[in-house]
């Protein structure tokens, strides 16, 4: 009995596992040296390390996306929200003499505040997510070039630029940070009860507060949480650039982030986080815009081709497509135990 | 009455259905004739509503042949089904809680003209579906607006809204009073003497004996036999289900000790909401088990949620332990010792998607707070000895509590406000869909926990069982409290006397 659970867990959660890793086998088939990793003044480079350099700014905003649609929630504003923290980051930085950490901290603020709007929003006046956080992803951006002045703002600070693209221990500084907030999100999900009461309240929210879950505390939290990772990832696109474009900063990364998390396997109406495997889809979806993009393939494919490969993945995650294989595997065992 | 001769109207032939862990049904064959009432029995998760989801094409079945008036049918989906002349009444209902009453009854054949849905027939329709089952309610109210009981009898109506050949109706009368039961027979009686066949699924013996004409027995999936109503004793009928025998009766004798001297709990004085329940004096003693009857609408659910605070009060005071505290959201209420198993299982009871464990373990954990999580082992060791307790049939605890059956997802939530050990426990129709072997324990263990000083404010339907252990009962009429029972004057009796006045 206990060997059937784990493998009833394991066919689900391996998809994306493997998804990933047919990716990158098939892309080492196609690029010569993708595989490879060279040393140079004691810094890691190579195609695969530089797939985890860019997936940061998804990985993070993924994170925060995967505990809101747990609570069925959605965040559209986090986009928006990066475009904010951008232009908070490179304004103070190039026109006061702030020290960076305090830059860091104002950036990160406002990105909490923002959560804190959009929690506002869904918790106490009952709007729904998708409505609620569409405002801000509409307004934010307004928002972004008032704080910039409409001009594309460049700036340069060692420490924050570090951020961007510079190294710790070997490893890129910003995949650290990254690690870093996702070990620390799954621990405070997984070790205490917090991870539970966000699914419960999810899964069945009547139900939660019934058992005296503050639902509406745990939906705040969640938005800010959201809040808080879009501004990480918005600092990060604007170190990496010096500069903040309140049009352009992560623009359309909502939808990559959604995707993520739904890569990972959970359902749109909430009541299950994973965190590992929303993780392994920001990387599934930066490992194709990498391969595709040094594959040598005509730019204008691009597009399609990604899209369509998200589309196998997610019909494999299908329920309909592991009934069939279930059903396909049970005729089979019968078939053989017959004989 | 039956012909036995007659060729039967739907006969299935080794039917076979895995989930994954369990057997649901295996190689069951059974016969359905018109004209005739067929009781489907068995324990809680022996495949009741299975065999009947696989039969409306909800499930696909894994083997086995369905053959309808001489001929093999393949019924892939609800609308196959439908298009056969089968309706049913599903265990939870199946309607679409956003929609007003109208809209639901009607939502599968509305009246058009041109394509378009013509409301003011479409509204004369369900008006007329209503008054069939006795429901004088308003057809454009919310669906969501009515008690469980309401939204059962509006399933009910729209299964006999269309002429059908055979009519499934899983556990209809879980939540409903005598009155509606009784109409509900009147109506099959009517519906059986124009030569529909019925499927009928129930843990209530005595409706049984009341309505059936032939009784099949599943238990763990398989067949164990189909009888003449007429010639099947209860006991043997338990026997069978059971697989063991039960001591019927236990249950049945009053035996109570009274227990005036003890301190009080909860009081409410003049406690009430506007629309909702009228001011109501009411003291719960330490120990003791408060019986709430009344019809439907009468204010049962209405007294339960304001005592526990899931709904705010507007008027009264409420004093806990001599203290007097404001208790007007669940989480106060559970810092204080109280515990509220509300009626609506699947829309305020279960969290489907998470597991029996997280579902089981959620209150107590609430109560301990986010940050004190406790250890799986302990976890473990709590979720396994009350599925044991409780008999709750489960392939493993990980399972989500969603694909349990029915009554073992109310064990389920039950056994949540158990663990916590409660002073007060509130339950709204706690054995709503529960079989007899299990009502029998779970009745044991509340009378146990009363003993050990925990008091206990009961709604039932079920007047017997309000009788079998209350030493006190509250009868509530028209949203407001007519009068008190008291000791020896309980009996089922004096209890109708005070509900019909
Ligand atoms: N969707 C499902 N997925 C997995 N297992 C299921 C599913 N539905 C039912 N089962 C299992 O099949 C068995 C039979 O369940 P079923 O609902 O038919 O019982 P039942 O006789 O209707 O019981 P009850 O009296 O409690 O309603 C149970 O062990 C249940 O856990
Ligand atoms: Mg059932």
């Known amino acids: 009995m206990r060997l059937k659970r784990s493998m009833r867990w394991e066919a689900r959660t391996l998809a994306p596992i493997i998804s990933l890793f047919l990716l990158i086998v098939g892309t080492a088939l196609v690029v010569p040296g993708f595989l490879r990793l060279s040393i140079v003044d004691g810094h890691i480079y ?80 009952g709007i729904q997510p998708i409505v609620a956080t569409l405002i801000l992803m509409v ?67 009547e139900a939660s507060r019934l058992v005296g879950i503050d639902s509406k505390l745990l939906i705040l939290m969640v938005y800010v949480f959201s809040g808080f990772c879009a501004a990480l990832a918005g600092v990060i696109i604007a170190a990496d650039i010096r500069g903040a474009d309140a049009n352009n900063a992560g623009l359309w990364l909502e939808l990559d982030a959604i995707l993520a998390v739904v890569i990972a396997g959970a359902s749109l109406s909430g009541g299950r986080i994973y965190l590992g495997l929303t993780i392994v889809g920001a990387l599934i979806i930066q490992t194709l815009t990498t391969a595709i993009l040094t594959s040598g393939l005509p730019a204008q494919y691009n597009l399609i081709v990604k899209a369509s490969i998200i589309l196998l993945v997610l019909l494999l995650q299908s329920r309909v497509t592991q009934n069939f294989i279930k059903t396909r595997v049970q005729a089979f065992r019968r078939s053989s135990d017959a004989q | 009455m039956t012909d036995v001769n007659q060729p039967p109207l739907l006969s299935i032939e080794h039917i076979n259905k895995r989930f994954p862990g369990v057997r649901a049904l295996n190689d069951v064959s059974l016969t359905f004739h018109s004209g005739e009432v067929h009781a489907l029995l068995g324990e809680n998760g022996a495949g009741k509503s299975t065999l009947i989801k696989v039969l409306t094409g909800i499930y696909a079945k894994d083997s086995g042949d369905i053959t309808l008036e001489g001929r093999k049918v393949h019924i892939k989906n609800s609308q196959d089904a439908q298009n056969s002349g089968i309706r049913t009444v599903y265990q939870e209902i199946n309607l679409i809680p956003t929609m007003t009453v109208a809209e639901n009854l009607t939502l599968l054949d509305q009246p058009r003209r041109f394509g378009m849905i013509r409301w003011r027939s479409a509204h004369s329709q369900a008006r007329e579906m209503l008054a069939r089952v006795g429901l004088d309610i308003d057809p454009n109210s919310l669906l969501v607006s009515h008690s469980i009981a309401v939204q059962q009898m509006v399933a009910i109506a729209r299964a006999l809204g269309s002429k059908a050949r055979l009519l499934i109706l899983d556990e209809p009368t879980a939540s409903l009073d005598s009155d509606e039961i009784a109409r509900l027979f009147g109506l099959m009686r009517q519906l059986k003497a124009q030569g529909m066949a019925i499927i009928f699924v129930t843990h209530f013996l005595d409706q049984v004996y009341a309505i059936s004409d032939t009784i099949s027995v599943l238990r763990n999936g398989s067949h164990v036999g189909t009888f003449k109503t007429r010639a ?37 004085s003049q406690v009430g909401k506007t629309g909702m329940l009228k001011p109501v004096d009411l003291n719960l003693r330490q120990g003791e088990i408060v019986g709430l009857a009344g019809l439907l609408g009468s204010g049962r659910t209405e007294l339960c949620e304001l005592a526990y605070g899931a709904a705010r009060s507007d008027q009264g005071s409420k004093t806990w332990l001599g203290q007097s505290l404001p208790i007007n959201t669940p989480k106060q209420a559970i810092e204080q010792g109280m515990a509220y198993c509300p009626e609506d299982r699947k829309h305020r009871g279960i969290i489907a998607e998470l597991s029996v464990r997280e579902n089981l373990i959620l209150a107590l954990q609430s109560s301990r707070g986010w940050w004190s999580r406790i250890p799986m082992a302990e976890q473990q060791a709590v979720v396994s000895e009350f599925i044991e307790r409780l008999s709750i049939k489960t392939s493993d605890m990980e399972k989500p509590i969603g694909e349990l059956s029915g009554g073992n997802q109310q064990k389920v939530i039950l056994a949540r406000w158990l663990v916590t050990n409660p002073k007060l426990l509130i339950l709204d129709e706690p054995t709503r869909g529960i079989d007899v072997g299990a009502h029998h324990d779970i009745l044991n263990i509340i009378r146990e926990l009363c003993e050990e000083g925990m008091s206990l404010l009961v709604a039932s339907s079920e007047v017997e069982e309000i009788v079998a252990f209350a030493h006190r009962v509250v009868v509530l009429r028209d949203r407001g409290k007519v009068s008190e029972i008291v000791g020896n004057q309980i009996s089922q009796k004096s209890i109708i006397q005070a509900i019909a006045q």
């Open chain 2, 232 to 268: 099947l004793s209860q006991t043997e009928l338990v026997g069978h289900m059971l697989g063991k025998d039960l001591d019927m009766l236990q249950h049945e004798q009053r035996d109570i000790t009274e227990t005036e001297e003890k301190p009080v709990v909860l009081s409410l």
């Open chain 1, 139 to 205: 307004a934010g951006r307004g928002i972004a070039q008032m704080i910039t002045g409409g001009q594309i703002v460049t700036f340069h600070s060692d420490f924050i630029n570090a951020i961007g693209n510079g190294f710790f221990m070997g490893l890129p500084a910003r995949v650290v940070l990254a690690a870093v907030i996702i070990a620390i999100t799954v621990l405070v999900l997984r070790k205490t009860a917090l991870g539970m009461f966000l699914e419960a309240v999810g899964g069945n929210s």
């Open chain 1, 46 to 125: 190579g195609s695969l390390i530089d797939i985890l350099h860019r997936s940061t700014p998804t990985a993070l905003i993924a994170l925060g996306m995967a505990v809101v649609i747990g609570t069925k929630g959605i965040d559209l504003s986090v986009g928006a929200i990066i475009a904010i923290c951008g232009a908070v980051t490179a304004v103070l930085t190039a026109s006061t003499e702030l020290h960076p950490l305090i830059v860091l901290g104002c950036a990160v603020l406002a990105g909490m505040v923002c959560g804190l709007w959009n929690g506002t929003l869904v918790a106490v006046f």
